[in-house]
């Protein structure tokens, strides 16, 4: 199935292990790079590269703690994924409620 997402960037938390590793996996599959983002960088580096080899496409390994927003932020940064002026409002939202802006 073509979900039209060929070319285009995916950042993916708790991606070393369990569900995230799995849609790591299925973006990859579609077509997608991928920035994989988790706190455990030995696992996280393994699961970048079976993607990268499974699926031919790149797949970054991003350690990072989701609970520290400035991680995050340089995570999105070095993921070269830039939302559009919508998500960046909403994200902003979020954050500023979770306390990490």
Not at 9 to 34: K, P, Q
Not at 36 to 50: D, H, K, N, P, S
């Amino acid at each position: 199935m073509d979900l039209g997402l060929r070319g285009k960037v995916a950042l993916i938390t708790g991606a070393s292990n369990g569900f995230g590793r799995a849609v790591a996996h299925a973006l990859a599959a579609e077509g997608m790079d991928v920035a994989l983002v988790a706190r455990g960088e030995a696992r996280l580096r393994e699961t970048a590269a079976e993607v990268a080899a499974a699926s031919g496409r790149r797949a970054l390994a991003l350690p990072a703690d989701v609970r520290d927003g400035a991680a995050v932020g340089l995570a999105v940064e070095r993921a070269g994924v830039a939302p559009s002026r919508r998500s960046r409002r909403h994200w902003v939202t979020i954050s500023e409620r979770c306390g990490h802006l």
